[in-house]
């Protein structure tokens, strides 16, 4: 506590942030140059050349499996040495007809005839409706194949191309270096563990919540059957990159009632990971309303929920995902439904010491500073509220002086800060700064002097 009886400048720190931590978007992929379409019968392959020629643009080959099946080759400008060590995952591009189709097949070659072994086949959801679906190859290959089989009732599917990236951390996250996306969310996978014996548990359209919709009108909905059976619900959100030590996430979340239901939230657990290795323990959504890092919005029935991880000692480098899991134990197994609305990576929140001032001051400047300005050009936004979350801006900017303090008494402000080019979406969680204004010592002063 800091007590200010003469001219008062409130400075608001930043942790440090080192110059070259800020990590901007590169294009670090391979793209499949050429292919074929060996093995299609009784199906056709229309337009095969866009899935290899185009990759930047929205073209696509379409496989249609009519009476039999449609194959198209992908193969890259050279061959690419992988192993059960470093193995290397490939990725393609198609329509969401892909996910969950039992007729599609994805295979990995070392020639255009020699088949490799694959594993661990993933469904990377994207906010466009578009899927990354991706196949770890651990054998030196060249090319990839994407087959379809069926019928002509068969939903057919478009392929846009196939790339792999040139980072270890690329074998779990197709992007692996930092854009300037204000932190949304590019892509997301479901996964579903239990057992649900009467009334369905899943999660429903899960892309709702990185649709970039800051209306919040639609959500990925975990919807929990009426009766399970140790089932759980994991939703993950990948980001392009690992961000900043320091970095949180934002998430909107709700369940259709402005009552906290502590019940269904003690279930709810959120944790960050940077590539598969966890960065930090698992944090219930309880404990982080109770530290203050979340609430109701105002006027809602949504809450606002800033998650900040912990990372292990000695860690450098920040979080690229995001895992939201729902234990749908017996306890809460009444067909409860929890949604997700929006998810953002957010800056690291700001910190700052409390601040006791005499009333006869006349204005009192509020600054905030941050060690980030340096690294971003003076860009950072800065945004002083009275509420703790949701209310209207008081003051944009470093420096924020308040009116109206004309006796004693104990006011809180709140502060956030955004990237630059992001001033509606990703602000940081909100630090708390309490101003107690305070009657002016005994005028002259007492001499304190033994």
Same mark, same amino acid.
């Given at each position: ?5 003469? #001219? ?9 942030? +080192?110059?070259?931590? $800020? ?7 391979? #793209?499949?140059?050429?292919? =074929? ?75 255009? @005839?020699?088949?490799?072994?694959v594993s661990n086949l993933s ?29 002509? !009732? ?36 479901? +996964? ?8 369905g548990t899943n999660i429903d ?12 009108? @639609? ?13 759980? $619900?994991?939703? @993950?959100?990948?980001? +392009? ?13 709700? #369940?259709?009632?402005?009552?906290? &239901? ?11 990971? &940077? ?8 944090? =219930? ?15 809602? @029935? ?80 800065? +945004? ?5 979350l949701g209310g209207s801006v =008081? ?9 109206? !303090? ?7 402000? #709140? ?5 630059? =080019? ?23 002063? $007492?001499? !304190?002097?033994?």
């Amino acid at each position: 506590m800091q007590i200010i009886c003469s #001219y008062l400048m409130i400075v608001l720190l930043i942790t440090t942030i +080192k110059p070259g931590s $800020l990590r901007a978007q590169t294009t670090d992929f391979t #793209y499949a140059t050429s292919g =074929n379409t060996n093995g299609t019968t009784g199906a056709t392959v229309t337009n095969p050349q866009n899935a290899y020629t185009s990759p930047f643009d929205d073209d696509y080959a379409v496989l249609k499996p009519s009476l039999g099946t449609a194959s198209l080759q992908l193969i890259f400008p050279a061959s690419i040495t992988a192993t059960s060590v470093n193995p290397v995952t490939v990725y393609l591009k198609t329509s969401e007809n892909a996910v969950n189709n039992l007729g599609l097949s994805v295979k990995a070659y070392k020639t255009l @005839t020699d088949e490799v072994s694959v594993s661990n086949l993933s469904n990377y959801l994207l906010p466009d409706g578009n899927v990354f679906l991706s196949i770890e190859i651990s054998e030196t290959f060249n090319a990839v194949k994407i087959s379809l089989s069926g019928t002509s !009732l068969t939903p057919e599917v478009k392929v846009y191309s196939a790339f792999y990236g040139k980072y270890p951390a690329n074998v779990s996250n197709p992007y692996t270096t930092l854009a300037t996306d204000c932190g949304l969310p590019y892509a997301t996978t479901i +996964k579903a563990v239990g057992v649900s014996l009467l009334g369905g548990t899943n999660i429903d359209n899960p892309t709702h919540a990185i649709d970039n919709d800051l209306s919040a009108t @639609t959500s990925s909905t975990y919807k929990v059957g009426t009766i399970g059976l140790a089932a759980t $619900l994991i939703q @993950t959100f990948y980001f +392009k990159g690992n961000g900043n030590m320091g970095d949180g996430a934002k998430l909107i979340i709700g #369940y259709g009632s402005a009552i906290l &239901n502590t019940t269904l939230l003690s279930q709810i657990n959120i944790r960050a990971y &940077n590539g598969n290795s966890p960065f930090g323990d698992p944090v =219930n959504i309880n404990n982080l309303i109770t530290l203050g890092l979340g609430g109701l919005l105002p006027n809602s @029935t949504k809450l606002e929920i800033n998650f900040i991880p912990t990372p292990a000692a000695g860690a450098t480098i920040g979080f690229d995902r995001i895992d939201v899991t729902l234990n749908a134990a017996v306890a809460i197994s009444t067909g409860a439904v929890f949604s997700i609305y929006d998810v953002r990576r957010i800056p690291e929140i700001p910190i700052a010491q409390d601040i006791s001032a005499c009333e006869n001051l006349g204005s009192i400047n509020l600054t905030a500073l941050s060690n980030q300005d340096a690294i971003l050009g003076n860009g950072l936004i800065y +945004k002083w509220y009275e509420e703790p979350l949701g209310g209207s801006v =008081n003051a944009i900017g470093k420096a924020f002086t308040p009116t109206g !303090l004309t006796a004693p008494i104990t006011k809180n402000f #709140y502060v956030d800060i955004t990237k630059p =080019n992001c001033t509606t979406t990703s602000p940081s969680a909100r630090r708390k700064v309490t101003l107690n204004l305070l009657k002016p010592p005994i005028s002259p002063p $007492l001499n !304190l002097s033994p």
